[in-house]
C-alpha cells in the first residue's frame, strides 16, 4: 500500500492530489429502514481497513504527503431480499458472511416494514493528500 | 431492482466535498466495472480507469466513455509518465 502511494506521487502533477476511498474499520450493519437487525461478520475487514489507514499514516509520516481534508459519509447497498443481499455480500466481499440469525431477524423486520427494502451500512472515509515537503 | 449500492449518493457528495474532478485528468485505482467512475468522468478532463478484474474492466470499457481509457491491470503494473495526473483516486482499493 506504501508502494502504491509512492508511485502514485510519482505520476502526479506538483499540486495534484492523491484521494482515497476506503470502508472504515466499524462493523457493517444490515438494517431495515433504521431498524438494526445485525451485523456483517468479515472477519478481516478491520485489518484491512485499519492497514489503508496505516498505509496513509506511514506515507505522511515519511513526509511524502501531508492530508488535506477527510470526511465521512454512509454507503447503502440494498437488495430486493435479504437472501439477494446476503449473496451479494459472501460473493463481493472478502471472507464476510451473515449470520442465520440476522437472516432470520431481517425476515421479521421486512414483515413489520412492508415495501422497505434489506440494506447494508458501512461507513466510508474519503481522504485527500497533497505532495508533502519531502 | 436487484442489488443497488449508494442510489443516495452519498458517496459523490462526499468526494465533491474535498475534490474537483473538473477538468482534471485523473487515475483511477481499483476502478472495478466503473460504478464510481460512471459518476464522475462526464465532468473530468480524461480518465484512466485501472483494475486486474479482466470481467469487470470489460464492463466499464462496454460503456464507452469518450474520455475514459480502461486497463486491466493492477497498481503495480500501471506505468504513465511523470507529473501526468492531477488526481489519483484509490477507488476502495488502498
Redesign the interface.
Known sequence: ?V???R??L??????????????TAAASAIEVEAEITGYVEACDAPLRHAA?GA??AAVVGQGLFAI?????????????TIE??RN?VQENWNDARLDDATVSRTRDALRRSRGA?PRSRER?V?T?LRRGRA | MAIEEDPEGHELRALDTVVSFASRRVLEIGCGDGRLTLRYADKAASVIAIDPDAEAVAALAAERLPNVEVRQVGAEGVDLPPHSVDIVLFAWSL
Do not use: C, K, N, S
Request: proline letters at 2%; aromatic letters at 12%.
Open positions: 500500500m508502494d502504491a502511494l508511485r502514485a510519482g505520476m502526479l502533477t506538483l499540486d495534484g492530489i492523491v484521494v482515497d476511498v476506503h470502508p489503508a498505509a496513509l488535506d481534508q477527510a470526511v465521512e459519509f454512509t454507503f447503502y447497498t440494498y437488495g430486493d439477494e443481499l451479494y427494502r466510508v474519503v485527500t
